[in-house]
């Protein structure tokens, strides 16, 4: 990357986007292909990354749709990008771009507060086992969470055995992906055991297979049945396929407002930890 001062105009004239690097950037596709885009601007005020269509490619190129809302994307016949059709706009969920030899000064200034940030805002404690000697923050989205807390009395009775009652939540989408191209996680959590499964999800669609797989194991590999799952009642449970599964199968679904694990007896302290994690993220990411 180099310095640069290239003015760019969005809609009308008034409206002038400054470039302040311009090189060279990696597009990885979400089987791990990489092609090199040239002429790579990077614009500190474009809160996402747009490709030029005509410049991808030099002999042929289509887009077709796979279904409602996932289109792919073939450029020379040999690199492939999966695209959904957000916002009218073709959006690559599973792709990721680098800038190669890219400043120093954009990515490695990384201070306390970032890490707390990063790590899920953990407490000093745990920081400082990771960064010995580091000053205790006070971190304004950390006092925002623990402010939210509302007493709640567990109106559910308590279990006997494993699987009896799991509980269940996804948080997401997260504005940087895995990278495996994961933007959501699934937890669940045994409510007599106490015992945390994290799955990672591309899509919110793909909880309902991730709940089949969690059945299939945690059934086999305990010899006991899942019973009952305790959800919120967000679109990602509260689907025609998810009722469906769980009639199927015999599972009870109770639906318990959104972020309060308090409703969840003894799921309440293992899950407490992960949930605050998430609204300290979804504070930050202002979700
Ligand atoms: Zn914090």
Redesign the pocket.
């Known amino acids: 990357m180099s310095p640069t001062n290239l003015k760019i105009s969005t809609g009308n004239d008034q409206n002038i986007l400054e470039a302040k690097d311009i090189g060279t950037a990696q597009l990885i596709n979400d089987q791990g292909k990489k092609i090199l885009l040239q002429y790579v601007l990077f614009v500190p005020k474009l809160n996402r990354n747009l490709l030029s269509l005509p410049r991808l490619f030099k002999h042929t190129f289509s887009i077709s749709m796979k279904n409602d809302y996932l289109a792919v994307v073939d450029i020379d016949g040999d690199f492939k990008l999966s695209a959904h059709t957000d916002n009218n706009l073709l959006e690559l969920k599973n792709s990721s771009l680098f800038a190669i030899n890219s400043g120093a000064s954009y990515f490695s200034c990384v201070s306390e ?1 970032d890490w ?2 990063r790590l899920g ?1 953990p407490h000093h404690n745990y920081l400082s086992k990771i960064f010995p000697g580091s000053k205790e ?1 006070e ?5 925002i ?1 623990k402010m939210k807390h509302q007493p709640f009395e567990s109106h559910l009775k308590t279990v006997s055995s494993v699987l009896e009652s799991v509980h269940m939540d996804v948080v997401g989408p997260f504005a940087t992906q895995s990278i495996s191209g994961a933007s959501y996680f699934l937890t669940i959590i045994g409510e007599f055991s106490g015992f945390k499964t994290i799955m990672f999800l591309k899509n919110k669609s793909d909880v309902i297979s991730k709940v089949k797989l969690f059945k299939t194991e945690a059934e086999k590999q305990t010899q006991k049945s899942l019973k009952v799952i305790i959800s919120d009642g967000g679109g990602k449970f509260n689907n025609q396929e998810f009722t469906e599964f769980c009639s199927d199968s015999g599972i009870i679904h109770h639906f318990s407002p959104p972020y309060t694990p308090q409703n969840n007896g003894m799921a309440e302290r293992a899950n407490k930890s992960i949930i605050e994690n998430a609204r ?1 993220l979804m504070i ?1 990411s202002k979700l």
């Open positions: 507060i707390h940030s805002h923050i971190c304004e989205i950390c006092m969470s300290c930050q």
